[in-house]
């Protein structure tokens, strides 16, 4: 028998390089399984801080200042993150009509891992009421007296710069006296005899109750002066005894006597009362109300935070 030389040194080989290939391949798919797994947790991260950036500016509305956003004009906040993870987070906040914001949160992650993440979300201002139509609304009798002027708003936005088509928005067959009626324009509707044209359903309290730019009286109050940027209700009688400058909702249950002379007001103002025939509902001197639909909707929108709407609210944008 011949013998056959190299046998054993090519099975040598063929098993060493067998066994090279299976542990390439051990490694390899032992470095993407690690790769894998730090991708996933990059992913997560990304998406937490994303949704943590989301809703902190969502709870921080009034600090944020969401309700002062110019319609349809973005603005960016940048959120702290722990400075360990990399992370950098902010959110572009955008104020769409009929209330509507689009948060959008933009989380990014530098060095081995990198990594980009972006989430949307669109919330809504709940809406408490329809902004009055007119600058004064009663469902009793008005009487204007000297120097009542009802000028025009010149500061406005698409969403919310109506003009009023009336000064004075009243019931059917309730009617205005005094000496200024005849420079006023009177509307007429059924809306000045309903409660919730006046913000005072329970729906409508209970909503305005926690806000931080409200004032609530429980009884009757006489304001001697000063001012107030945002809605002021008044469960009784109200008395302007001195100059005095607002910027919103003035509300009454109960009858409003302004005149003292020095009232300036740019937004509305409404009284509940029906008080007995020859005393007028409000009693307006040396007065200016000037009708707002914007002022009314901002303080509207700063009054109540925003929450996100029902359905669709969140996206995932890459």
């Given at each position: 028998?011949?013998?056959?030389?190299?046998?054993?040194l090519?099975?040598?080989?063929?098993?060493?390089?067998?066994?090279?290939?299976?542990?390439v391949?051990?490694?390899?798919?032992?470095?993407?399984?690690?790769?894998?797994?730090?991708?996933?947790?990059?992913?997560?991260?990304?998406t937490?801080?994303?949704?943590?950036?989301?809703?902190?500016?969502?709870?921080?509305?009034?600090?944020?200042g969401?309700a002062?956003?110019?319609?349809?004009?973005?603005?960016?906040?940048?959120l702290?993150?722990?400075d360990?993870?990399?992370?950098?987070?902010?959110?572009?906040?955008?104020?769409?009509?009929?209330?509507?914001?689009?948060?959008?949160?933009?989380?990014?992650?530098?060095?081995?891992?990198?990594?980009?993440?972006?989430?949307?979300?669109?919330?809504?201002?709940?809406?408490?009421?329809a902004?009055?139509?007119?600058?004064?609304v009663s469902?009793?009798?008005?009487?204007?007296?000297?120097?009542?002027?009802?000028?025009?708003d010149?500061?406005?936005?698409?969403?919310c710069?109506?003009?009023?088509?009336?000064?004075?928005?009243?019931p059917?067959?309730?009617?205005?006296?005094?000496?200024?009626?005849?420079a006023?324009?009177?509307?007429?509707?059924?809306?000045?005899?309903?409660?919730?044209?006046?913000?005072?359903t329970?729906?409508?309290?209970?909503?305005l109750?926690?806000?931080?730019?409200?004032?609530?009286?429980?009884?009757?109050?006489?304001?001697?002066?000063?001012?107030?940027?945002?809605?002021?209700?008044?469960?009784?009688s109200?008395?302007?005894?001195?100059?005095?400058?607002?910027?919103?909702?003035?509300?009454?249950?109960?009858?409003?006597?302004?005149?003292?002379?020095?009232?300036?007001?740019?937004?509305?103002?409404?009284?509940?009362?029906?008080?007995p025939?020859?005393v007028p509902?409000?009693?307006?001197s040396?007065?200016t109300?000037?009708?707002?639909?914007?002022?009314i909707?901002?303080?509207?929108?700063a009054?109540?935070?925003?929450?996100?709407?029902h359905?669709?609210?969140?996206?995932?944008?890459?």
């Amino acid at each position: 028998m011949r013998r056959r030389h190299g046998i054993a040194l090519l099975a040598a080989l063929a098993v060493m390089t067998l066994v090279a290939l299976l542990v390439v391949g051990a490694l390899a798919s032992s470095t993407l399984a690690q790769r894998s797994s730090r991708l996933s947790h990059t992913d997560a991260l990304l998406t937490a801080a994303a949704d943590f950036a989301l809703n902190s500016v969502l709870a921080d509305a009034r600090g944020y200042g969401l309700a002062d956003l110019p319609l349809g004009v973005a603005r960016a906040f940048v959120l702290p993150f722990p400075d360990d993870t990399g992370v950098h987070v902010d959110v572009a906040a955008t104020r769409l009509r009929a209330g509507a914001l689009w948060l959008v949160a933009d989380a990014s992650l530098s060095g081995t891992d990198q990594g980009h993440r972006r989430v949307n979300l669109v919330a809504r201002f709940p809406m408490v009421g329809a902004p009055a139509g007119s600058g004064v609304v009663s469902r009793g009798a008005v009487s204007l007296g000297r120097n009542v002027a009802f000028p025009s708003d010149t500061a406005s936005e698409p969403d919310c710069g109506q003009p009023s088509a009336a000064d004075l928005l009243l019931p059917l067959a309730v009617d205005m006296t005094g000496g200024g009626a005849a420079a006023a324009r009177v509307a007429h509707s059924a809306v000045a005899a309903d409660s919730a044209t006046y913000y005072l359903t329970g729906r409508q309290i209970t909503a305005l109750a926690p806000a931080a730019n409200m004032i609530h009286v429980r009884g009757d109050t006489t304001i001697s002066g000063g001012t107030l940027d945002g809605i002021l209700i008044v469960d009784g009688s109200l008395t302007i005894a001195g100059p005095f400058v607002a910027n919103g909702l003035v509300i009454a249950r109960g009858r409003v006597d302004a005149r003292a002379g020095g009232f300036v007001l740019t937004g509305a103002l409404l009284s509940f009362a029906v008080p007995p025939a020859g005393v007028p509902a409000i009693d307006l001197s040396d007065a200016t109300v000037r009708y707002s639909g914007c002022t009314i909707s901002h303080v509207l929108r700063a009054a109540v935070p925003p929450r996100p709407v029902h359905q669709r609210s969140w996206a995932e944008l890459f």
